[in-house]
C-alpha cells in the first residue's frame, strides 16, 4: 500500500533560521515520484518540486532544497533563512506511475515568527 | 495560466440536502481527483477519475459519488449530507503520465448544519 507520513505536525522557527520538514514514503513500487505543495492561508496548494523515483540527485533552488535518499525512503524539504511568508502547511505526496494517482502526507504546519 | 475552478468557496447546506460540488479544469487533462482535508489527517482521497464515465474509488468514497461526463467537469455528490461531511474539500487534475503534478482548485469549504 501506498503511504506518506510526515511525522511533524507543526513546527516553530523564528525568521532567518533553517528548517527542515521531514516525509518518510512507502511503496512497492519501483517506479514512482515525489511531490512537495505548499498550502498558504489562501488555501490552495501550490506545486513546488517533484521528482521520479530514478533521480536521487538533490536539488536547490533559491532558499529550498530537497532531499531525496531512496535508501531510508525519504524526501526531505529544507527551507533556508525563512521568512515570515514561509508560514504555511507543507504537503509531501507519492504519486503512482500507472495512473498517476497522489497520495498525500498529513502535513506539517510551518510557522515562521518575526 | 493554467486552471482548476470549484463552483463554490464557502457553502452551507442542511443534514440531509443533495449536495453537488462541481469542478472544472482547462488544461485538457485526462486525470481529475476530489480530495477531503480535515486537520490532522491531511489530503484523503475520495473519487478519482482518468477518463470521461471513467471513475475508482479512493481510500474514503462513503457517502459520496462523483460525475464525469466531460472531460474537463469533474462533480461530487454527496447523496444525503451529513455533519460528519464537514470538510474542506479540493478538486485537482494532472495529466496520466509521467512525472506530471497535480493542479488544484481553490478548494470548497462544506459546512453541514
Known amino acids: 500500500a501506498q503511504k506518506v507520513t510526515q511525522a511533524q505536525t507543526e513546527i516553530s522557527v523564528v525568521e532567518k533560521e533553517d528548517v527542515t520538514l521531514d516525509c518518510v514514503y512507502e511503496?512497492?513500487?519501483?517506479?514512482?515520484?515525489l511531490f512537495w505543495y505548499k498550502q498558504p492561508p489562501s488555501g490552495e496548494l501550490v506545486f513546488l518540486i517533484r521528482r521520479n523515483s530514478f533521480d536521487e540527485q538533490n536539488e536547490i533552488s533559491g532558499r529550498y532544497s530537497w532531499n531525496f535518499q531512496k535508501s531510508t525512503s525519504s524526501f526531505n524539504f529544507t527551507i533556508t533563512a525563512s521568512q515570515v511568508v514561509d508560514s504555511a502547511v507543507y504537503f509531501c505526496?507519492?504519486?503512482?506511475?500507472?495512473?498517476?494517482?497522489?497520495?498525500f502526507g498529513s502535513g506539517t504546519k510551518l510557522n515562521v515568527k518575526p | 495560466d493554467v486552471k482548476v475552478t470549484q463552483s463554490s468557496r464557502y457553502l452551507v447546506k442542511r443534514t440531509g440536502e443533495k449536495v453537488f460540488l462541481e469542478c472544472v479544469q482547462d488544461?485538457?487533462?485526462?486525470?481529475m481527483f476530489w480530495y477531503r482535508q480535515d486537520p490532522g489527517l491531511g489530503l484523503r482521497l475520495i473519487y478519482f477519475s482518468y477518463d470521461v464515465k471513467m471513475k475508482e474509488k479512493g481510500d474514503i468514497p462513503e457517502g459520496y459519488s462523483v460525475s464525469r461526463e466531460k472531460k474537463e467537469r469533474f462533480s461530487l455528490i454527496l447523496e444525503s449530507a451529513s455533519t460528519n461531511q464537514t470538510s474542506m474539500y479540493l478538486c485537482?487534475?494532472?495529466?496520466?503520465?509521467?512525472?506530471?503534478?497535480?493542479?488544484f482548485g481553490q478548494g470548497t469549504r462544506l459546512t453541514v448544519v
Open positions: 488544461m485538457d487533462h485526462e486525470n
Open positions: 511503496t512497492r513500487d519501483t517506479t514512482y515520484y
Open positions: 485537482a487534475s494532472s495529466f496520466r503520465g509521467t512525472n506530471t503534478e497535480a493542479f
Open positions: 505526496a507519492l504519486g503512482e506511475y500507472n495512473f498517476n494517482k497522489f497520495y
